[in-house]
C-alpha cells in the first residue's frame, strides 16, 4: 500500500533525529528527500536512510555537524559543511547564491567536507522558484562508473541541474545523473529483487549484467552507455561535474586515495551552486515571457504517439507530485521492511507498515 507522504517525512525525521542531527539540519534533511520521493526520484528519498546508516556506523558521517563560512565575497561563498550530510549546507549555499546574485547579476556557491546532497533539481528549483536561474552539481561518494574504453571506475553518478524561471508556465528543470541512471535505482531494483533493463551496469569484469545484487557492487557506465552511442558525452560532463565541485572547492577528488575516508568522520564530497538574474540582460519578464513561448512550443509539438506528448525537463516530476500527493509514495515492501529495522535500532516507532504487505 502507498503511504502518504507526510508519514514518509515524518519517518524520516524521527531516525535522523535519533541519530543525533540537529534540528535545522533535520529539517532540510526531509524537505529535500520528501521532495524526491514526492517527484518521483525514488532513488534520493526515504531509500537513502538506508545507504547513511551504513555510512554513519563506518563514521563517514558526522551526524551532528556544524556548517561555516570559509571565505566570502559580495558574489560568492565558500561552505565548509562539518562532515555531515549534504542537505543543509546546500540549502544554505543556494539561498546565499540566490541573495548574492539579486545584489550583483550572479553569484556562485562552493560547499566541501559534506556528503550527499540529495535531490540536485530540490535547490535549482529553489532558485527558480524565486526568479532566477540556478544551477547544482555534486561529486561523489565512490568511483563506480567507468570511463569510455576504460576498464576501472574513475568517477561516480555526478550529477547536474539546471532550472530557469518561467513567467505563466512553471519552470524549466533539468535534473540528471551523467550516468545512464542514478545508482539509487539500481540499488532499488536489488531492494526489491528486479531485473535491471539492459546498459545499467555491468559486473565487476565490466561484464553487461541484468542482477541488480550483481550491478549496485558492479560498475556504471556514462551517459551514453557505449562508445558507439557517444558515452564520451556522458563522461565530460562527468569530468565537468568533478572539476566544479571537487577542484574548485577543495573537497576530496573522487580519484585520490582513500576518498571518502580519508579524514574520520566525513565522506569530504564537494558541491557547487551559482544563480543569475535575468535581468542582467533582459527588460523585467522578457526573459520569462521567451522562455514560456519556448517551452509552449515544445509542448505543442505533434508527437509520434499521441498517447505520450512531448514534455519538457521538469513535466513529469510534477505530474508524478500532483499524482502521489493524491495516491501516496509507493514504498517497496523489501524497503520498508529495511526501514523497520533501522526504525527498530533507532528506538523509534516504525510508520510505514502499511507498505510491508506480508512481510
Not at 77 to 96: H, I, K, N, R, T
Not at 127 to 153: D, K, Q
Not at 170 to 181: E, G, I, N, R, Y
Request: hydrophobic share 45%; net charge neutral.
Amino acid at each position: 500500500m502507498p503511504v502518504a507522504i507526510e508519514t514518509v517525512k515524518e519517518q524520516v525525521g524521527l531516525v535522523l533525529a535519533a541519530w543525533g542531527m540537529k534540528p535545522d539540519h533535520v529539517a532540510a534533511c526531509v524537505a529535500v528527500m520528501g521532495y524526491a520521493d514526492l517527484h518521483g526520484i525514488d532513488s534520493h528519498g526515504c531509500s537513502m536512510l538506508t545507504v547513511y546508516d551504513a555510512w554513519r556506523r563506518q563514521n563517514m558521517l558526522t551526524m551532528d555537524a556544524t556548517v561555516r563560512v570559509v571565505k566570502e565575497t559580495p558574489s560568492s561563498a565558500l561552505l565548509d559543511g562539518g562532515g555531515g550530510l549534504g542537505y543543509y549546507p546546500s540549502v544554505m549555499a543556494m539561498e546565499m547564491a540566490i541573495a548574492k546574485a539579486r545584489l550583483c547579476g550572479i553569484a556562485a556557491v562552493g560547499v566541501r567536507n559534506s556528503a550527499h546532497f540529495g535531490a540536485a533539481g530540490y535547490y535549482t528549483r529553489m532558485a527558480a522558484l524565486a526568479g532566477v536561474i540556478g544551477f547544482s552539481c555534486t561529486s561523489g561518494s565512490m568511483p563506480r562508473t567507468l570511463p569510455t574504453f576504460g576498464a576501472e571506475p574513475k568517477f561516480s553518478t555526478d550529477p547536474l541541474s539546471f532550472a530557469a524561471p518561467g513567467g505563466k508556465n512553471p519552470p524549466f528543470l533539468l535534473d540528471m545523473a551523467t550516468t545512464t541512471v542514478a545508482h539509487g535505482r539500481i540499488r532499488n531494483r536489488a531492494n526489491e529483487g528486479a531485473a535491471l533493463p539492459p546498459g545499467w551496469a555491468t559486473d565487476r569484469q565490466g561484464i553487461p549484467t541484468a542482477d541488480a545484487t550483481i550491478g549496485v557492487d558492479g560498475y556504471q557506465l556514462p551517459l551514453g552507455g557505449t562508445p558507439d552511442g557517444a558515452s564520451h558525452k556522458g563522461y565530460g560532463l562527468a569530468v565537468m561535474v568533478n572539476i566544479l565541485a571537487s577542484c574548485m572547492t577543495g573537497a576530496s577528488l573522487v580519484t585520490s586515495e582513500g576518498h571518502t575516508r580519508r579524514t574520520p568522520g566525513s565522506m569530504d564530497i564537494g558541491h557547487f551552486f551559482f544563480a543569475i538574474d535575468a535581468a542582467l540582460f533582459r527588460e523585467p519578464g522578457a526573459f520569462e515571457a521567451d522562455l514560456d513561448a519556448f517551452t509552449d512550443s515544445l509542448r505543442a509539438t505533434r508527437p509520434v504517439d499521441p498517447a505520450r506528448p512531448v514534455m519538457v525537463a521538469g513535466d513529469p516530476e510534477r505530474i508524478t507530485a500532483e499524482r502521489r500527493l493524491v495516491s501516496g509514495i509507493p514504498v517497496g515492501a523489501g524497503l520498508a521492511a529495511k526501514i523497520r529495522t533501522i526504525a527498530e535500532a533507532a528506538r523509534v516507532p516504525f510508520l510505514l507498515q502499511g507498505a510491508l504487505g506480508n512481510h
